[in-house]
């Protein structure tokens, strides 16, 4: 008889791996190619994750009557697309590219604070021995299961005291710093920075300063890009705090695209315009980093 | 003589005693940098994230035993009234409902579906990037985003969704009327966007399972299906509970998209979806203006979602490690079969 087993005792291990590997192929193990249906099955699902992008082009194309009337009132965007779109960023109820601003204002520097402190406290959680140091580290991980609505109530109290309702540094102070990041920044310099770099650059007379400036910085730059993305695309879509801390006169992009469905009589057009707007700078990010991103998502899941 | 540790590579590096040597001030001041700089770098974050995380956590039970209007503020210490208000609206309960319900068919169809996809992705792909990002690719939807699509899809009056029923002889359904529709629109706007991201995190665990076990799986007769239950299921036990504890976490918490499912952002006509988040919302800030019951209300839901956490961990872990599959002592008991055969040779 030919099993593998047998192969094995006659033929040796490598033979019978690589009959193993004859069968795997057979049967549908991992080195054969996949079936046809595989990627037809995967092609519905990256369907259904593109066709409510499409349904906002299209609606957005529409106009309130024919929205009315039919739920799909057309097949494809044409032109009336723009004039939406153009109402939307002159529209009444807000100033459309100051939301813009406000946006980018936020996830910018939310973005870049998080990534400086994260990697600083990652530094010296992932490759300096201090008294506290697995305490504080625990410590930090530990709350980041503790949900985010937990704190707002003090927050918002704290924001109205200093004045800062309806004002940007609301939503940006309380953003700076994130339990993630330096989670994220200490798993990955644990493994990414070796001793010898270190402690080459302290015999060359280094401060730790320069040590972590020149040394861990420019270690820590792929999982530092990464984190940087996640913040930036979890800014941009933040929606509750916002909402508690800003108003219709100074809004960020979610509550100026929310205000235009909040009119007496809603104009689905015009909305699915705003919305299609709204989410136009994270897809042209995702065409460019999407590379990126699902490598992070990734990358954070086998050590999480 | 190399150097052990980078904490203090002076005294390894000091030469031999030739003479008696001055220690230098810059010295002294490396001996410093070396004890004060982590306590330096992690300080920024940790003075932000007290102030910003920390304390307010602490300050949320202050609150909570206080009388605490949002535009009067501070009040009179009430002890427990505030929960006791809030145990006394019919809201509250209501909102617990439709949390747990809309929490369970966002994450139950989700860790399955996530599952199957990364099933799909974890194969020798043509072209592997391009699926894994196209199955990412709801994930940069504004949750905002998502529930004002959907909202518009799932509409009673010429909605898609109910157009799409019709074609196959459904009678339209009141997405915004009856609670459990509503719950299904809504979990299906959490699906959306997070299907695809929980796909790859499994991908990812799939990845790492040794391909010996697929292997030995082969050679003990299994087909792929069984592979996938037998072997994949198992070894990717730990994902699996790390995940549901995130959609716990999440899941409890949703606000975006059922504050956007209709223009008044109240959670129904008849409180049909009103989450536990947008009562809290609705009660400190839109109607009641009452933060001492607020902060209530945010402690009741951490600890529920504290509660329901450890129940579903232990229930996976019960479930991962005892029907599915075969057991630990199974598996320990076919690789070592595995290895005789090999020995043998």
Avoid: C
């Amino acid at each position: 008889m030919n099993s593998i087993p047998a192969i094995e005792q006659s033929a040796g291990r490598g033979a019978a791996r690589a009959a193993a590997r004859r069968v795997n192929r057979k049967v549908g193990g991992y080195d054969r190619r996949p079936a046809p249906f595989i990627y037809i099955l995967l092609g519905i699902v990256v369907l259904i994750g593109l066709l409510p992008i499409y349904y906002t082009l299209v609606i957005g194309s529409s106009d309130p009557v024919s929205i009315a009337q039919k739920p799909l009132p057309q097949l494809f965007p044409d032109a009336s697309l723009f004039t939406n779109f153009k109402n939307v960023i002159d529209a009444q109820a807000f100033s459309f590219w100051r939301a813009v601003t406000n946006s980018v204002v936020v996830a910018v520097i939310v973005s870049a604070s998080t990534v400086l402190f994260s990697t600083l406290a990652g530094f010296a959680f992932a490759k300096l021995r201090f008294p506290g140091r697995r305490g504080l580290l625990v410590f930090t991980i530990a709350t980041m299961a503790v949900p985010t609505q937990l704190g707002v109530v003090p927050l918002y109290i704290v924001m109205a005291k200093l004045n800062w309702i309806g004002h940007l540094q609301a939503v940006i102070v309380p953003a700076l710093v994130g339990a993630f990041g330096v989670f994220w920044m200490t798993q990955y310099l644990e493994e990414a920075l070796p001793y010898e770099l270190i402690e080459a650059a302290r015999v060359d007379g280094a401060s730790m300063f320069r040590t972590f400036w020149s040394i861990a910085l420019p270690a820590a730059r792929p999982a530092a890009a990464m984190l940087a993305l996640f913040t930036f695309v979890a800014q941009w879509v933040n929606f509750f705090w916002p909402s508690i801390v800003l108003n219709n006169t100074n809004p960020t992009l979610p509550l100026a695209i929310r205000l235009l469905q909040q009119n007496y009589f809603v104009d689905y057009s015009l909305v699915m315009a705003g919305v299609f707007l709204m989410t136009l700078p994270l897809l042209v990010l995702f065409a460019f980093a999407g590379r990126q991103l699902v490598a992070g998502i990734m990358a954070g899941a086998v050590k999480g | 003589m190399s150097v052990q540790s980078p904490v203090e590579p002076e005294s390894d590096l000091a030469p031999a005693p030739r003479q008696p040597r001055r220690v230098g001030f810059s010295q002294t001041l490396s001996r410093w940098d070396v004890k004060v700089s982590p306590y330096l770098y992690i300080s920024p974050f940790f003075i932000l994230f007290f102030i910003t995380g920390l304390f307010p956590i602490l300050y949320t039970g202050y609150v909570s035993v206080h009388k605490w209007q949002l535009l009067q503020g501070q009040g009179d210490f009430v002890g427990l009234q505030n929960f006791a208000d809030v145990f006394k609206q019919k809201d509250f309960w209501l909102s617990l409902r439709n949390s747990l319900s809309i929490f369970i068919l966002s994450s139950v169809p989700q860790v399955i579906a996530a599952i199957l996809i990364a099933a799909l992705l974890d194969q020798n792909l043509r072209a592997k990037t391009f699926w894994r990002m196209g199955v990412l690719l709801p994930y940069v939807v504004a949750p905002v985003a998502v529930g004002l699509i959907f909202g518009r899809m799932f509409a009673d009056q010429s909605g898609l969704i109910n157009q799409l029923l019709g074609y196959i002889g459904v009678d339209p359904i009141g997405w915004h009327v009856s609670p459990l529709a509503s719950h299904v629109a809504i979990a299906s706007m959490v699906n959306f966007r997070w299907t695809g991201y929980n796909a790859l995190i499994f991908l990812a665990a799939m990845q790492a399972v040794p391909r010996e076990l697929y292997e030995a799986a082969i050679i003990d007769g299994a087909g792929r299906v069984r592979q996938f239950i037998s072997v994949t299921i198992p070894q990717i036990r730990a994902t699996i509970i790390f995940i549901i504890i995130t959609a716990t976490i999440g899941g409890l918490q949703i606000f975006d998209e059922p504050r956007v499912f209709d223009s008044t952002g109240s959670g129904g006509a008849s409180r049909q979806w009103l989450t536990t988040t947008l009562y809290l919302y609705n009660t400190g800030w839109s109607g009641q203006y009452n933060l001492g019951r607020a902060a209530a209300i945010a402690w009741l839901l951490f600890l529920l979602i504290l509660a329901i956490g450890m129940i579903n961990f232990f229930a996976t872990q019960r479930i991962a490690s005892g029907s599915s599959g075969p057991s630990k002592k199974q598996r320990k008991a076919a690789q070592k079969r595995y290895e005789a055969l090999r020995k043998s040779a």
